[in-house]
């Protein structure tokens, strides 16, 4: 699935241009935000988590897209690594340590 968005949102940001695509692909990714939140059955949740998905991979496209289109290939590596190692500090560091927070000062809310 994300080869064929990635096929898809470079085809069409190549025709109408990078904004109006990075802009609907933000604009789906809040409507799967809503689609979660308003969520009533485990169901609804995943078809609104999946929205979520098509929405925030058409923007990390977009952004690599962006990156290669503004710098030189040289310049363009060390960015488009400093984005993925943004995600991977995100994802692997901040996601623990703000779920063993959690865990602790609620343990600590309820004594």
């Avoid at 809503?34 to 609804?44: D, E, F, H, R, V």
């Amino acid at each position: 699935m994300f080869c064929e968005e990635l096929r898809l949102t470079h085809l069409t940001s190549d025709i109408w241009g990078r904004k109006p695509i990075l802009l609907a692909a933000t604009g789906i990714f809040f409507l799967g935000s809503l689609l979660c939140g308003a969520s009533t059955s485990i169901q609804m949740l995943i078809a609104g988590r999946a929205v979520q998905g098509m929405g925030g991979g058409g923007c990390i496209i977009l952004v690599n897209i962006c990156i290669s289109d503004l710098f030189s290939m040289r310049y363009g590596f060390f960015l488009s690594t400093a984005v993925g190692l943004r995600l991977l500090i995100e994802v692997g560091i901040e996601l623990p340590i703000s779920v063993h927070m959690k865990d602790l000062f609620s343990e600590n809310l309820h004594r």
